[in-house]
């Protein structure tokens, strides 16, 4: 059969979803915390038997090409139109997104902090290694330190402020406020030369607890990556998060600008010159649990090398991305945040674990607007993009029936939010340079990434099956039950006295709802089935991480501005 005549018609069907919940019981406290959370950490608990049915078309007379790729495009137009209904207000949902990142401060809080609530943490973190590593921020529902995935929150809320900060309103100030939140605290975590720090915190010690951020009874250790044992993974991913952030002050604050613009130069050669993993020097400390690195250090010392380039236009950083960029792997295993390895293409894939989508995007700016080579970067942003496209016959993702994209494990949500933003700054890049992108035998228009990402910040706010909002205070039904500590727990104000490490518990066990809102959170998010359980056991759904948050700013920012994209 021709090839050229064959129009495969993508048609979802709902079949065989079954809710595999296996959480045990709490009697009366008598189930320990640690044990339950052993039990139930990051468990999988839907499981998804999603089928993608094909059907063949033969196409006769006229061009035929032109007919499939103006069908497929109308097809997928038309799966992302069913289920709309009335706008968000993306204005109030871009606020509360960036509020959520004062509820995830580590340190002393500043006068103008606006969710008072949460208080004064960790005050002495870094005293036993004699550095002051005050500040930064918790990545999730915990009370650790991880500067890996900080570091790529940080790039991200850098870009998204690079590319949509113009029509943030008055909230780019806040948004600005929260990159240098996490600047301030990467300059001391890497004010030793030769020396980096990587996590502040026990990660086991902390999670058999259930505490208050302000009456922390676990060690605060502080581990380090240096030239005898170290992690360029860490360290080049805090060099991108430098570079990108020096540019968001580089009109508000020229000498800050500048002071992060070298420091990022003195990390990565730190990064580039002492090779190795963290995994390596942390061992059980973070795998395969706590961030281990499943894709290898490659990805992010290219990234930090991109960001660097573009920061400072020095030829040497892009002859380094050059020089690497062909040695990634074609296929990668990327680290789930359940500590499962999962593997596919590289060029799909983008979180806090692999850059190598990212890469490809940023660079494939430069490359189009210079006229320079597009191989691979271009190739493989058009083939990122296409892989996300519901009608797309090369797509990589799958769908729930109500729309919401998912790729393999746990904590969806990351997923969701990432790849929407790099739709829409490719959307962007494409668009200007008035190109099409390239989807197997068809021509995509940049519009239709738009479209995509769309749906996907849609279903976040409310437009999906269950008709709730998966950010907490926005809409009129959102997650109660937040797998989030200082959410959970009375607040210093409401209950002053000291809570112990297990004093907590009740609050953890409990039905009732959290006692503090945090304000802008976004969760792991439903099972593909798009049901929900509201429960804080249940940490792949109902926990938040900065890392959603972070290119869901850039996002929302985007439809602030053209609701109607």
Same mark, same amino acid.
């Given at each position: 059969?021709?090839q050229?005549?064959?129009?495969?018609?993508f048609?979802?069907s709902?079949?065989?979803?079954?809710?595999n919940?296996?959480i045990g019981?709490?009697n009366?406290?008598?189930?320990?915390?640690?044990?339950?959370?052993?039990?139930?950490?990051?468990?999988h608990?839907?499981a998804?038997? *999603?089928? #993608?049915?094909?059907?063949e078309l =033969?196409?006769?007379? !006229?061009? +035929?090409?032109? /007919?499939?790729?103006? *069908?497929? #495009?109308?097809?997928?137009?038309? =799966?992302v139109?069913? !289920?709309? +209904?009335?706008? /968000?207000?993306?204005?109030?949902?871009l606020t509360?997104?960036?509020l959520?990142?004062e509820?995830?401060?580590?340190g002393r809080?500043?006068?103008?902090?606006?969710?008072t609530?949460?208080?004064?943490?960790a005050l002495?973190?870094g005293?036993e290694?004699?550095v002051d590593?005050v500040?930064?921020?918790?990545?999730?529902?915990?009370n650790?330190?991880?500067?890996?995935p900080?570091?790529?929150t940080?790039?991200?809320?850098?870009w998204?402020?690079?590319?949509?900060?113009?029509?943030?309103?008055?909230?780019?100030?806040?948004?600005l406020?929260?990159?240098?939140w996490?600047?301030?605290?990467?300059?001391?975590?890497?004010s030793?030369?030769?020396?980096?720090?990587?996590?502040?915190?026990?990660?086991?010690?902390?999670?058999?607890?259930?505490q208050?951020?302000e009456?922390?009874?676990?060690?605060?250790?502080?581990?380090?990556?240096?030239t005898t044992?170290p992690?360029?993974?860490?360290?080049?991913?805090m060099?991108a998060?430098?570079?990108?952030s020096?540019m968001?002050?580089?009109a508000?604050?020229?000498?800050?600008s500048?002071t992060l613009?070298?420091r990022?130069?003195?990390?990565?050669?730190?990064a580039d010159?002492?090779?190795?993993?963290?995994?390596?020097v942390f061992?059980?400390l973070?795998?395969?649990y706590?961030?281990?690195?499943?894709?290898?250090?490659?990805?992010?010392?290219?990234w930090?090398?991109?960001?660097l380039y573009?920061?400072?236009?020095?030829?040497?950083?892009?002859?380094?991305?050059?020089k690497?960029?062909?040695?990634?792997?074609?296929?990668?295993?990327?680290?789930?945040?359940?500590?499962?390895?999962?593997s596919?293409?590289?060029?799909?894939?983008?979180?806090?674990?692999?850059?190598?989508?990212?890469i490809?995007?940023?660079?494939?700016?430069l490359v189009?607007?210079r006229?320079?080579?597009?191989?691979p970067?271009?190739?493989?942003?058009?083939k990122?993009?296409?892989?996300?496209?519901?009608?797309?016959?090369t797509k990589?993702?799958?769908?729930?029936?109500?729309?919401?994209?998912?790729?393999?494990?746990?904590?969806?949500?990351?997923?969701?939010?990432?790849?929407?933003f790099?739709?829409?700054?490719?959307?962007?890049?494409s668009?200007?340079?008035?190109?099409?992108?390239?989807?197997?035998n068809?021509v995509?228009?940049?519009?239709r990434?738009?479209?995509?990402?769309?749906?996907?910040?849609?279903?976040i706010?409310g437009?999906?099956?269950?008709?709730?909002?998966?950010?907490?205070g926005?809409?009129?039904?959102f997650?109660?039950r937040?797998?989030h500590?200082?959410?959970?727990?009375?607040?210093?104000?409401?209950?002053?006295a000291?809570?112990d490490?297990?004093?907590?518990s009740?609050?953890?066990?409990?039905?009732?709802?959290n006692?503090?809102?945090?304000?802008g959170?976004v969760?792991?998010?439903?099972?593909?089935?798009?049901s929900?359980?509201?429960?804080?056991?249940?940490?792949?759904?109902?926990?938040?991480?900065?890392?959603?948050?972070?290119?869901?700013?850039?996002a929302?920012a985007y439809?602030?501005?053209?609701?109607?994209?």
């Amino acid at each position: 059969m021709d090839q050229s005549k064959t129009l495969f018609l993508f048609a979802l069907s709902q079949h065989d979803y079954k809710l595999n919940l296996s959480i045990g019981r709490i009697n009366g406290g008598s189930m320990g915390l640690k044990s339950v959370q052993e039990k139930l950490h990051c468990h999988h608990l839907c499981a998804n038997s *999603l089928r #993608v049915k094909a059907s063949e078309l =033969m196409m006769g007379g !006229g061009n +035929v090409r032109v /007919q499939l790729r103006v *069908l497929m #495009v109308v097809i997928g137009m038309m =799966m992302v139109v069913v !289920g709309r +209904v009335t706008s /968000q207000n993306y204005e109030d949902a871009l606020t509360k997104s960036i509020l959520f990142f004062e509820g995830q401060r580590s340190g002393r809080l500043p006068p103008s902090q606006r969710m008072t609530w949460r208080k004064d943490s960790a005050l002495n973190d870094g005293t036993e290694s004699n550095v002051d590593l005050v500040g930064g921020y918790y990545d999730a529902g915990d009370n650790v330190k991880f500067n890996f995935p900080m570091a790529f929150t940080t790039t991200l809320l850098a870009w998204s402020v690079l590319e949509f900060g113009q029509f943030m309103g008055s909230d780019l100030q806040y948004a600005l406020d929260a990159i240098r939140w996490g600047t301030d605290y990467f300059l001391k975590a890497t004010s030793i030369p030769g020396t980096v720090f990587a996590i502040v915190g026990d990660p086991y010690g902390d999670h058999s607890c259930w505490q208050r951020p302000e009456d922390m009874d676990t060690p605060r250790t502080s581990y380090a990556v240096t030239t005898t044992n170290p992690g360029s993974e860490v360290s080049a991913e805090m060099a991108a998060a430098l570079a990108a952030s020096s540019m968001v002050f580089q009109a508000s604050d020229a000498q800050y600008s500048l002071t992060l613009l070298n420091r990022a130069a003195m990390v990565f050669d730190f990064a580039d010159m002492y090779r190795g993993s963290y995994n390596d020097v942390f061992g059980a400390l973070v795998c395969p649990y706590y961030y281990c690195d499943g894709s290898g250090y490659a990805d992010e010392l290219i990234w930090a090398a991109a960001w660097l380039y573009k920061a400072t236009n020095n030829q040497s950083y892009w002859d380094y991305v050059l020089k690497h960029i062909n040695s990634l792997p074609q296929y990668i295993k990327r680290m789930d945040t359940d500590g499962m390895p999962v593997s596919g293409g590289s060029f799909a894939e983008f979180g806090w674990d692999s850059k190598h989508a990212g890469i490809n995007i940023l660079v494939s700016k430069l490359v189009i607007d210079r006229q320079l080579n597009p191989s691979p970067f271009v190739f493989n942003a058009d083939k990122f993009a296409c892989s996300i496209l519901p009608e797309s016959p090369t797509k990589s993702v799958t769908y729930s029936p109500g729309g919401l994209l998912f790729k393999p494990g746990s904590c969806n949500m990351q997923h969701v939010t990432a790849l929407s933003f790099l739709l829409l700054v490719y959307s962007r890049y494409s668009n200007d340079a008035q190109r099409g992108i390239q989807c197997d035998n068809f021509v995509v228009p940049p519009s239709r990434l738009v479209q995509v990402a769309h749906s996907q910040v849609d279903y976040i706010l409310g437009k999906n099956p269950l008709g709730m909002s998966y950010m907490v205070g926005y809409g009129n039904s959102f997650p109660q039950r937040i797998h989030h500590r200082a959410s959970s727990l009375p607040s210093v104000d409401a209950y002053p006295a000291h809570i112990d490490c297990q004093g907590g518990s009740q609050y953890f066990q409990t039905e009732n709802p959290n006692q503090n809102l945090l304000i802008g959170a976004v969760v792991g998010g439903p099972a593909a089935d798009d049901s929900y359980v509201d429960f804080r056991i249940d940490v792949s759904q109902s926990e938040p991480i900065t890392y959603i948050n972070a290119p869901l700013v850039g996002a929302l920012a985007y439809f602030k501005a053209f609701p109607s994209s």
